[in-house]
């Protein structure tokens, strides 16, 4: 059974960064696309945007409103992914989960979701 779990959250000004981690298990990681999606605060579990990906040969993806700022990353050997956020805004706010898939396509329908990790900007 696929376990995921993220930490690397917290409070921090406008302006500061954060590096969020994601740890899987029960799943071979290699050969999986990964992603992180963030739930703003007040929305539901569908409202979720997918704000970076990251296939297994290495191509990226990201939201419009983090490109520039965020960057994805993975390790295979640790089976861990990585969400560098720089510039963070208000905006970027919210509480983040990591999703693994055999195609990006297929983040969206992952459905054994982590604990997630909190991201509180402060002006």
């Known amino acids: 059974q696929v376990q995921l779990v993220e930490s690397g959250g917290g409070l921090v000004q406008a302006g500061g960064s954060l590096k969020l981690t994601c740890v899987a298990s029960g799943i071979i990681f290699r050969q999986n696309d990964v992603g992180w999606f963030r739930q703003a605060p007040g929305d539901s579990r569908a409202q979720r945007e997918l704000v970076a990906s990251r296939t297994t040969i290495g191509s990226t993806s990201y939201h419009d409103s983090v490109k520039g700022r965020f960057t994805i990353f993975r390790d295979n050997a640790k089976n861990t992914a990585y969400l560098q956020m720089n510039s963070l805004t208000l905006e970027d706010s919210g509480s983040y989960y990591c999703?693994?898939?055999?195609?990006?396509?297929?983040?969206?329908?992952?459905?054994?979701w982590g604990p997630g990790t909190q991201v509180t900007v402060s002006p």
């Open positions: 999703a693994v898939g055999p195609t990006v396509s297929q983040l969206w329908a992952f459905d054994s």
